[in-house]
C-alpha cells in the first residue's frame, strides 16, 4: 500500500465518511469521522484529491478542505449515481464518490464562495416570502369569495379587499369572521414590508458588483435577475459557450436521436429552476413590451411571435438571454443593442 492520493467524502449533519486509496487504486483509508474531528484528520493527511457530492454544505466543507492544501471537485449525485455498488449505504458512497472523481469525463460543479452564498440566501429567502404572500393572497380570496366579495386580478385586487376587511363599517363581513381575516391581512402585510426590504439588500448589493451592472443593460435582466446570475453562475468561463449554459440552466430542447434521426421535444427543465423561472419572467416582459411598441430593432423576435405561441417564443428568447449573459461575461464586453440596420 502507498500514500493516499484519492479520497471520496460523504458527508452528512454528524458523522462523515472517508473511503481513501492510493495511486494504483488500493484502497488505504476506510473509515468514520465525526464533525469535529474532520477538519483535523485532513490536516494531518498529505495534500490529495477530494471528491465530494455537491449538497448545500459541500460548498462550506470544499473552501475548508482547499484551505488546508487539497484539491476539492464537487460532483452532482445523480453523476455519481453510476459508480455505486450493490447497497446504498455511507461507506459504498463514499467508495463511489472516490471512484467518480477520477473520471476524465466527469463534470464538476464550481465551489461558491461566501458572498456568492450570502447573496443567494438573499434570493432563497425572497423567493420564500412570495410562496407565503401568494398563499395568504390566494386563502384571502377564497374566503371572501364564499361571502360573495371578489376582486379583480392582481395586486390591485387584493388591495381592494385588504381595504374592504379593514372597514369596519361594511357589514357584509360578520365580527367574527373579520377578526380572522384581519389577521390573515396583517400577515400579508408584514411579508410585503419584508419583502420590499430583501429587495433593497439585492439593489445594494447589485449596485457594488460590476458583473451585475453589465448584465442588467441587457433587455430582460434586471437586479434580481443579474444578481441571481453572478451568484449561480461564479467562473462564466466554465461553460464553453452559450448554448453550455443555456443547456445547464435548462432551456434547450430534450433531444431523442437513434438511427441519425434527431427528435427535439420540449425543453429538458434540468439544471437550475430558479434561474429558468427568473429568465422566462424576464423575457416574458420583453415580449409585452415590444407586443405595445413593436419590434423594429428585433426583427427576429418578430418572425418567431408570429408563428408560435407566445411562452414558446418566451423560452426561446429566455436562451438568446442567457447565451447574451454568457458573451457579455466571457468576453468583458457591455451589451450593444441592435440598430435596426443591424438586425434585419
Sequence with gaps: ??????IGLDIAKSVFQVHGVDSSGAVVIRKRVSRLKLLEFFAALPPCLVGIEACP????????????????????????????????NDANDAAAICEAVTRPSMRFVPIKTKEQQAALMLH???QLLVRQRTML?????GHLAELGIVSAKGRNGISELLRIIADGADNRIAAATRAILDVMA??????GAEIRSIDKSILTWHRSCEASRRLEEIPGIGPIVATALVAEVGDWKEFRSGRNLAAWIGLV??????????????????????????LVAGAMAVIRYAQKHGTKNRPWL??????????????????????MAWAVMVRGERYKEPTPLMAA
Design 57 to 88: 454544505s459541500a460548498h462550506h466543507w470544499g473552501r475548508e478542505l482547499q484551505g488546508l492544501g487539497h484539491t476539492v471537485r464537487l460532483m452532482p449525485p445523480s453523476y455519481v449515481k453510476a459508480y455505486l455498488k450493490r447497497s446504498k
Design 302 to 323: 418578430g418572425r418567431l411571435m408570429e408563428r408560435r405561441p407566445t411562452m414558446v417564443a418566451a423560452v426561446a428568447l429566455a436562451n438568446k438571454i442567457a447565451r
Design 124 to 126: 432563497r429567502a425572497r
Design 137 to 141: 393572497s390566494n386563502a384571502l380570496r
Design 1 to 6: 500500500m502507498g500514500e493516499v492520493s484519492t
Design 186 to 191: 396583517r400577515q400579508y402585510s408584514a411579508i
Design 253 to 278: 430542447p430534450k433531444q431523442r436521436t437513434t438511427g441519425g434521426k434527431d427528435r427535439l421535444g420540449s425543453i429538458t427543465k434540468q439544471g437550475n429552476r430558479y434561474l429558468r423561472w427568473l
